[in-house]
């Protein structure tokens, strides 16, 4: 599976992004589907995740009721709806995919996409 992540940019505080993380290979739809993100000097942090079938999202209390996961698995495509956005936001974003959810969403899934920015100004 190969992971491409987009979408980062530049937004005010308050306003609304949407990732977007584009997967090569069938196995993606089968695969738990995860967000991080690693903000200038500090560790990745866990975001979100998702079973292969959309249900049973997981987020970080940090991003509770702003931020939002879903997939679309016959696009091959996962997302990350983030609104209400804050400074604290700011970080690049990774998507990622294990067959299994403990690696993941302990950050130790087995593929990663390259990351995007996003920047949250106050």
């Known amino acids: 599976v190969q992971l491409q992540a987009c979408g980062g940019g530049l937004v005010q505080a308050g306003g609304s992004l949407r990732l977007s993380c584009a997967a090569s290979?069938?196995?993606?739809?089968?695969?738990?589907m995860g967000w991080f993100r690693q903000a200038p000097g500090k560790d990745r942090e866990f975001v979100a995740a998702t079973m292969w079938s959309g249900s049973s999202p997981a987020y970080a209390d940090s991003v509770k009721g702003r931020f939002t996961i879903s997939r679309d698995n016959a696009k091959n495509t996962g997302y990350l709806q983030m609104n209400n956005l804050k400074p604290e936001d700011t970080a690049v974003y990774y998507c990622?995919?294990?067959?299994?959810?403990?690696?993941?969403?302990?950050?130790?899934?087995?593929?990663w996409g390259q990351g995007t920015l996003v920047t949250v100004s106050s």
């Open positions: 990622a995919a294990d067959p299994n959810w403990s690696p993941l969403v302990r950050g130790s899934g087995k593929y």
């Open positions: 290979g069938r196995a993606f739809s089968r695969s738990i």
